[in-house]
């Protein structure tokens, strides 16, 4: 059980990059050789992120055990040796679901079940949990100090103090006034910790995200008023490459300050748990290879949550991964598939595009448009990955302009369609509830060959889905005759459920029912999307030459 608990706060504005830092935290910590952990406490009363917009909150990131998340923890695992699982995103829905089932079981019998103790033991317990044979568990408070939602979270958190071993860091902003003076202004972070305060929290380190690197005297000023070390207040500068930040930290000694309030000494030997200075080799590594990546190329996803940054996050991320393993810059920009709906032109918008990400998503809107960009690529040997809606999509597209199955579509958007080839299986038909209730997390897929073998090179993997359609094994013959090859398979009792669609003419054409980018990490990049890339690669040195 871990004794030692550091807790990242956030102060003066939402959208700081906590997760990033948070995860950066983590890998240091890992990387001097603790067995760490990663918690996101989020305040909202939803039970998990599964039923929350994208276009509000961005990603909901799915771990190997089904959990629908917070895209934090997409940060925490790809920064991370370790595997997330639903333990490690707490939310208010979660810990009141579970405080109210204990009352109707009588577990309080007797007494007024209230915020505190019952609903601040309740977060001590899931946060203690996630301890369990690990050293140090970084927790991450979402939200902003000063939210009537995350009090009964930084109260839960202030009461550790008494029982573990802590260290609280709170995450602020500060602006620059680049248009008048060019000053640093430090009065949001005062008045954020003195809010801070007022909860009985005070910080031990302040992680200031700012345009720069601060100055000596602001570090002074925030060191004064804040009543932290001067080596406690650390920036958090702009960074072009997100995987620079631990380094960022490091070269700040943030480290030393941490072990110094954890254990009362910077890194030598300490107890029996030996934590050794940082090295960050494989970190300067990545930092080598993305600075002198030279060659770039261009990626477009083609999907309709354009306007949230976050939308597509490990996406994002998983591509970069596959640059990083190809040695090459990869320039990824989003398009929206309803304005290609609209204007009806794939060519103007696709030509130029090195390769092309179909992404998943729910809903009718844009679903044509995806469907033109498939057909364009398919036609004009153009690589193409379809995720989930993505390859659901390449199946609608091939049914209806190659079979020449007319008005072919997937039941989710057209439940009359002479022709479902994406349609709900049986067990799925009877579900009401829409929360948890999709086909979640990992499954087993086998390979059968093609493209996917070259790429797995093994003929069993266990990738992450998040869907309630699939493709339907009715059409699998049609298909087949038609040059679409099923390189992965999975099965439902005696129903097959086809996982990984290719065509083996095309260049590069590639639809997963599964979301591989989850399980991408910049030291491991996922093979589907190297290959990818590689193949992007390809096609635009070929195209330069003709
Ligand atoms: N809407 C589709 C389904 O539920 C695809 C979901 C997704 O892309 N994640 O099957």
Redesign the pocket.
Known sequence: MAENFIFVTGGVMSSLGKGIVTASIAAILEDMGFSVNAVKLDPYINVDAGTMNPFQHGEVYVTEDGAETDLDLGHYERFLSIQMSRMNNITTGKIYYSVIEKERRGEFLGSTVQVIPHITDEIKEHIKKTGEGKDIVVVEVGGTVGDIESLPFLEAIRQMKKEKRTCYIHVTYVPILEKTSGEFKTKPTQHSVMKLREIGIQPDIIICRSEKFLPNDIIKKISLFCDVSEEAVISDPDTENIYELPLIFRDQNLHKIISKKLFGTEPVTLFDMVPKEPRMEKWEKIKRIINNSKEDIKIAIVGKYTSHQDAYLSLKEAIRHGGIANELKVNIQLIDSEEIEQRKNPEEVINGFDGVVIA???GKRGIEGKILSIKFCRENNIPILGI??GA?LMVVEFARNVCGLKGAHSS?FNPDTEYPVVDLLEDQKKITKLGGT?RLGAWEVKILGGKALQIYKTDKIYERH????EISHKFIKIFEEKGILFSGISSKGDVPIPEIIEIPSHRWFIGTQFHPEFKSKPFAPHPLFVSFIEASYKYKTERMKN
């Open positions: 998943g998503g729910f989930c809606l659901q989710e999709m998040r869907h309630r359609y």
